[in-house]
């Protein structure tokens, strides 16, 4: 899994990073030059004329101006090239929650219309354009091997895109504080052959499976039952709640919560039970006394098998 932007995964990430490169040579450079500059005015033993002194500092005012000039003409020019969104590739919309990530595959059709959370999956060498949005306050987009922080901002549609080249889980972090779990909202965006990504995009479009035991039939229908279904949409079922993310396919998902649990059956279970045990200020209700143990564990039998 890479998170880093030393290590760039695509186009616009590696143009940050060429650029980051550029500003810490530079200023080596200029820290390297001012402690020569040091060293050399300790050992000296003339003193320097008052001329002498005005050309100095007019020399280095003038350098600094110049360094600065050029950090803001490249500066600018990168901003250019990753502003600008390219015609072709898929549109994804994506929308910040308190502390989630919604993600919606747009499609002329809206049944082809493709809903998930937190991860993203996407063909290798293709642009993918994103509209961002906020459902609360301020998000900020952020998948550091990928692409720079856009932020999602409430009532306002931010557009941006990103590439990945090589095939590999990215991982994506909030990076605007937006509340007590921000830290707790994380995304991954797994980037797969354009193949892979055509089955997969399929596998999301299908309706999930009936349950296939009693146990998960029993999940189904407490889910159906209860406050589950008011909150989280399931495709073919009667649950079409929009509060809470889309559970369609979530047993096919690698975490919980944005990234805060690994997707187990039992952390399943757990996080139905509680979900203030694990990310404090989760908008999720606890399930203690209303729910039993056995049909907690029913419910995560049938969600896990929503793949
Ligand atoms: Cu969302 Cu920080």
Redesign the pocket.
Known sequence: MREDIFHPGGPLAREVARFGGFLHVVSAAVFGLVMIALVLALVRRAPVSERGMRRGVALATSLTVATLFVFLVYDLSVGRTTGRAPSRGRQLTVI?H??WWEVHYNDSFPSRQVITANEIVVPVGEPVRLELQSHDVI??FWVPSLRGKKDLVPGHTATTWFQADTPGIYRGQ?A???GHQ?AK?ALFVTAVSPDSFVSWYKGQQAVPPAPSDSLRAEGLKVFLTTTCATCHNIAGTPASGTAGPDLSHVGSRMYLAAGTLKNTPGNMAGWIMDPGAYKVGSKMPSHYGTLTDRQVRAIAAYLEGLR
């Open positions: 910040g308190q502390y998000h900020s909030c605007e504080f937006c921000h909202m």
